[in-house]
């Protein structure tokens, strides 16, 4: 089995920065994926950034330029560096990963638990 455990979240002001963090452990044979997704209060859950094995990135528009997602291998860990804080930027963001499993390379599919984000004086 593959575990998330993410970090980072909190209370900022509009135009601040929070730093996520999400480190896996498991059975881990390589990752291929990594991402971060958010759900606001009444809203779907929605792609922020993603991130593959070849350090290739995608973003939403809505956060192109503010964001940054980046990886280390060697920790098994993704980042997301927020910059310039809006308030619409408030919900739950998860960490997602695609990864093949030691052994069977069996693709699984993990989510972290969330971690909180609220832009707000």
């Known amino acids: 089995q593959v575990q998330l455990v993410e970090s980072g979240g909190g209370l900022v002001q509009p135009g601040g920065s929070l730093r996520l963090s999400c480190e896996a452990s498991?059975?881990?044979?390589?990752?291929?994926?990594m991402g971060w997704y958010r759900q606001a209060p009444g809203k779907q859950r929605e792609l922020v950034a993603i991130?593959?094995?070849?350090?290739?990135?995608n973003y939403a528009d809505s956060v192109q330029g503010r964001f940054t997602i980046f990886r280390d291998n060697a920790k098994n860990t993704v980042y997301l560096q927020m910059n310039s804080l809006k308030p619409e930027d408030t919900g739950i963001y998860y960490c997602?990963?695609?990864?093949?499993?030691?052994?069977?390379?069996?693709?699984?599919?993990?989510w972290g638990q969330g971690t909180q984000v609220t832009v707000s004086r």
């Open positions: 997602n990963m695609i990864v093949l499993v030691t052994g069977t390379l069996a693709r699984s599919n993990t």
């Open positions: 498991g059975n881990i044979y390589r990752i291929i994926v």
């Open positions: 991130i593959s094995s070849l350090g290739s990135t």
